[in-house]
């Protein structure tokens, strides 16, 4: 079946270092790919996306590329700031409407000055 | 409007109350979800509907019953929860037609649940 697996955290850093977070996943056919972000008490935003293959998704600073080859979607920021300290999902869906989403552990991110 | 919304945003509840959480969206999307989400967890599906009708329930027990009144409005009616059931609840809409992003997930901020 479908799977995502995400580095396991936390993940600490200083701000202004550079943030990688890896992402693999195992899938029949051509899954989207997403990001999502938690914030403290909050429900989950979309961060990024990616449909298709070699596809990057971009937002806030963030990227990640769909690499079919690697069956990767890394999450990557140059530069991180205090307030981006959250949980970051990873996820995939098969592109059937209505069928869930299906979530990496979650990694958490905690930046300090 | 490209949000989802929910009510209430907290709820405690004992054991033998009746509640209903509520989740609204106004895009137009045709699929719409119920998830459960425990502390550092991700979300867990429990239902989706398709269309108004329900495709999916995850084995969810009898104690959480779903409704889908309209396209744009789904609730989850909750009778005798247990102390376990306290949880972050996430309602999320996709747009359910053709197209690429047609599985792309929005979800509101959710209502926290206790149960005493």
């Known amino acids: 079946g479908n799977s995502v697996t995400q580095m396991e955290g936390p993940v600490t850093l200083s701000e202004e270092a550079f943030l990688t977070i890896n992402c693999t996943y195992t899938?029949?056919?051509?899954?989207?790919l997403f990001w999502y972000v938690q914030y403290p008490g909050e429900g989950l935003q979309l961060l990024l996306k990616a449909t298709k293959a070699d596809d990057k998704g971009s937002n806030k600073g963030f990227e990640a590329t769909y690499r079919k080859e690697t069956t990767s979607f890394h999450l990557e920021k140059g530069s991180v700031q205090v307030s981006d300290s959250a949980v970051y999902f990873c996820?995939?869906?098969?592109?059937?409407?209505?069928?869930?989403?299906?979530f990496g552990k979650g990694t958490t991110l905690s930046v300090s000055s | 409007d490209t949000e989802v919304t929910q009510t209430p945003k907290h709820l405690v509840m004992g054991m033998t109350n009746k509640k209903s959480l509520k989740c609204e969206q106004h895009m137009g999307h045709r699929a719409m979800y119920w998830y459960k989400q425990k502390a550092k967890k991700p979300p867990e599906l429990m239902f989706v509907?398709?269309?108004?009708?329900?495709?999916i329930n995850e084995s969810v027990p009898s104690r959480f019953s779903p409704e889908c009144p309209n396209s744009s409005l789904l609730n989850l009616h909750l009778h005798a929860l247990q102390p376990e059931d306290s949880a972050l609840y996430l309602c999320a809409s996709s747009p359910g037609a053709s197209g690429r992003a047609y599985n792309e997930q929005f979800f509101g901020p959710g209502t926290r649940l206790t149960v005493l």
């Open positions: 996820a995939l869906t098969s592109n059937q409407a209505g069928t869930a989403l299906i």
């Open positions: 509907y398709s269309y108004e009708k329900l495709s």
């Open positions: 899938a029949t056919g051509y899954p989207s």
